[in-house]
């Protein structure tokens, strides 16, 4: 879900998504009151707080969720996208990097890997996520907003860790403190593997096809009704 561009206030951001569009991920697991609402969506960081409140207020009218609900959905989002704000430059190391698919939507579970250029701003998850679903054959409309949200998150953590690299590289470089008193966040242990697998080339290999060709599972509802129940008890 994007949230609409507002006209009346344009604040410049400090920070850029390496996406076409400068949406933020927001995945929202609240529980007031033995009552738990979970939803993702991307937001749009220009717009105003008022259009947050506006937003949480349709949302817990329409859900018929909790009074409580309100503040917190409000904070949730106000603190995602202040994070957006995070840091002056967007610093590019290494100009490729991995990303990795594992979700289930429904009875569709999706599973990819591939490469993405940091510095191709023109790049669309959404548009991305169209062409996969297309490609591999998925129905589901769900399915391709998923995959999107999952492509920005992982956009966004590593915008955020270069973001972060970088201020801290200036404050070395300036004698302040010493670079080792800052550890750099690291990327996950999936995408660290990926890593290692494309840093000598971006070119895949033949005997490497298989391995990195989209693997699409449909699964039965009992297999759903057995993974839900198993993930209310983990959640």
Known sequence: MKSPASASWKAPLKFRMP???????????????????????????????????????????????APGFLPQIVQFIQLATFRSYAGQDMYVGDKI????????????VIRDQFLWDLNNFDSDPEEFARTLCKDVGIEDPEVGPAIALAIREQLYEI???????????????????????????KPSGAALDLMKLFRSSVVRKRKEWDYYKPVLDLLSNEDVDALEAKEERSG
């Open 19 to 65: 996406a076409a569009e400068n949406l933020v991920p927001i995945r929202l697991d609240i529980e007031v009151d033995g009552q738990r609402y979970k939803d993702a969506f991307t937001w749009n960081p220009y717009d105003p707080d008022s259009e947050v409140v506006m937003f949480a207020k349709r949302t817990v009218k329409d859900l018929k969720l």
């Open 97 to 108: 990097v991995p990303i990795k698919l594992d979700l289930r939507v429904d009875h569709t």
């Open 159 to 185: 915008a955020i860790q270069n973001v972060t690299s970088a201020r801290e590289n200036r404050i070395n470089k300036k004698g302040r403190r010493a670079a080792e008193h800052f550890p750099i966040s």
